[in-house]
T-cell receptor, first 115, second 110 residues
Framework: AQSVTQLGSHVSVSEGALVLLRCNYS??????LFWYVQYPNQGLQLLLK??????LVKGINGFEAEFKKSETSFHLTKPSAHMSDAAEYFC?????????????FGKGTRLHILP | DTAVSQTPKYLVTQMGNDKSIKCEQN?????MYWYKQDSKKFLKIMFS???????INETVPNRFSPKSPDKAHLNLHINSLELGDSAVYFC?????????FGQGTRLTVV
């Protein structure tokens, strides 16, 4: 069964500093990996996804993530944090696109941006 | 135009009541889901439907009954509500890998 582990339930960075949110996955087959963002009182929005093409994936709002099979990791980064990046971030994994495949979410990391 | 819309956005009700949450998507997707997000923000899948057919039914109490009248709608009916049912319920739809989420329904059972 697939799963994801997000390291750190809360991460604080200063405005303008590097953002690094960590995610490790477990999957018996080559995984599809995702990062979603949830702003307060809103639904989840897809930031980026890895689908076995390029290992470095670029997403919206300047975020990117790198798939590292040897480390079973899919960490999310952004070179320079902005106040508007404060939100909850979820890493997720799926085995595939079959009808009974499901997206499994990590427990989330709350990103705080310090002025 | 809202892609995945849920109603109501907030729902406060007493223990023992029966309530429904409605979800509609206008994306033409074949698959729809219900997720539950608890107070610690943990997201857990409850059900998925594909073209009105139940595909995934996680270990959810049978007080929860999803209904899909057509592939654009997936409603969630909850009988005999309990305090522990308080959470935010998210509807989502997908075709392929990307899931689109509604704004959520915050259910509070008192």
């Amino acid at each position: 069964a697939q799963s994801v582990t997000q390291l750190g339930s809360h991460v604080s960075v200063s405005e303008g500093a590097l953002v690094l949110l960590r995610c490790n996955y477990s999957s018996s087959v080559p995984p599809y990996l995702f990062w979603y963002v949830q702003y307060p009182n809103q639904g989840l929005q897809l930031l980026l996804k890895y689908t076995s093409a390029a290992t470095l994936v670029k997403g919206i709002n300047g975020f990117e993530a790198e798939f590292k099979k040897s480390e079973t990791s899919f960490h999310l980064t952004k070179p320079s944090a902005h106040m508007s990046d404060a939100a909850e971030y979820f890493c997720a994994v799926s085995d595939g696109m079959n009808r009974d495949d499901k997206i499994i979410f990590g427990k989330g990391t709350r990103l705080h941006i310090l002025p | 135009d809202t892609a995945v819309s849920q109603t109501p956005k907030y729902l406060v009700t007493q223990m023992g009541n029966d309530k429904s949450i409605k979800c509609e998507q206008n994306l033409g997707h074949d698959t729809m889901y219900w997720y539950k997000q608890d107070s610690k923000k943990f997201l857990k899948i409850m059900f998925s439907y594909n073209n009105k057919e139940l595909i995934i039914n996680e270990t959810v109490p049978n007080r929860f009954s999803p209904k899909s009248p057509d592939k654009a709608h997936l409603n969630l009916h909850i009988n005999s509500l309990e305090l522990g049912d308080s959470a935010v319920y998210f509807c989502a739809s997908s075709r392929g890998l990307e899931a689109f989420f509604g704004q959520g329904t915050r259910l509070t059972v008192v």
